[in-house]
T-cell receptor
Framework: DAGVIQSPRHEVTEMGQEVTLRCKPI?????LFWYRQTMMRGLELLIY????????DSGMPEDRFSAKMPNASFSTLKIQPSEPRDSAVYFC?????????????FGDGTRLSIL | DQQVKQNSPSLSVQEGRISILNCDYT??????FLWYKKYPAEGPTFLIS?????DKNEDGRFTVFLNKSAKHLSLHIVPSQPGDSAVYFC??????????FGGGTRLMVKP
């Protein structure tokens, strides 16, 4: 049974370029979450979707960040233009529902380096 | 404003002994808590959870204790095994279905 799949695993690009991170959630999961992990701030939630609809994007750092979920099996997180301070590991997670017995399942992350 | 804190960045334990990982929180509205384990270059993996209406939940070698009056939870691993060496994150959920994570504790279990 495939887990959450993220691509690419690593991305190195120059500042000012557009970056697109991709996520395929576990089939049948209604919730999708995007997280960012940095040394300074740890693991923080950026945005989450329920049934492809963005529910809370209060964690998105600024307008340069945007996320979409065009269908139940695909989501993107886009940064345009990228800056060196965006360098981090970005995780996608999905869950069937939300609740104490409905844990989020994480992908292996995309390590992003902005030069 | 860190609502979930793991004050020990690392912990070293001998194989076979008990590992105790601690987590403190400030928001009394959190309704459940989770522990995740993370290996390098992988995403966090769910370990165990506990509702705020309980004070203990056990799953095999893993037990989570919740002390609401102290706003403290702990994860006990017994007996500890070398394969348990990883970074452990506690997380708390608010009514908005958003998890807040602690900074993590690196556990090293020595053979």
């Amino acid at each position: 049974d495939a887990g959450v799949i993220q691509s690419p695993r690593h991305e190195v690009t120059e500042m000012g370029q557009e970056v697109t991170l991709r996520c395929k959630p576990i089939s049948g999961h209604d919730y999708l979450f995007w997280y960012r992990q940095t040394m300074m701030r740890g693991l923080e939630l950026l945005i989450y979707f329920n049934n492809n609809v963005p529910i809370d994007d209060s964690g998105m750092p600024e307008d340069r960040f945007s996320a979409k979920m065009p269908n139940a099996s695909f989501s993107t997180l886009k940064i345009q233009p990228s800056e060196p301070r965006d360098s981090a590991v970005y995780f996608c997670a999905s869950s069937l529902r939300v609740g104490v017995n409905q844990p989020q399942h994480f992908g292996d992350g995309t390590r992003l380096s902005i030069l | 404003d860190q609502q979930v804190k793991q004050n020990s960045p690392s912990l070293s334990v001998q194989e076979g002994r008990i590992s105790i990982l601690n987590c403190d929180y400030t928001n009394s509205m959190f309704d459940y808590f989770l522990w995740y384990k993370k290996y390098p270059a992988e995403g966090p993996t769910f370990l165990i959870s506990i509702s705020s209406i309980k004070d203990k939940n056990e799953d095999g070698r893993f037990t989570v204790f919740l002390n609401k009056s102290a706003k403290h939870l702990s994860l006990h691993i017994v007996p500890s095994q070398p394969g348990d060496s990883a970074v452990y994150f506690c997380a708390a959920n608010n009514a908005g279905n958003m998890l807040t994570f602690g900074g993590g504790t690196r556990l090293m279990v020595k053979p």
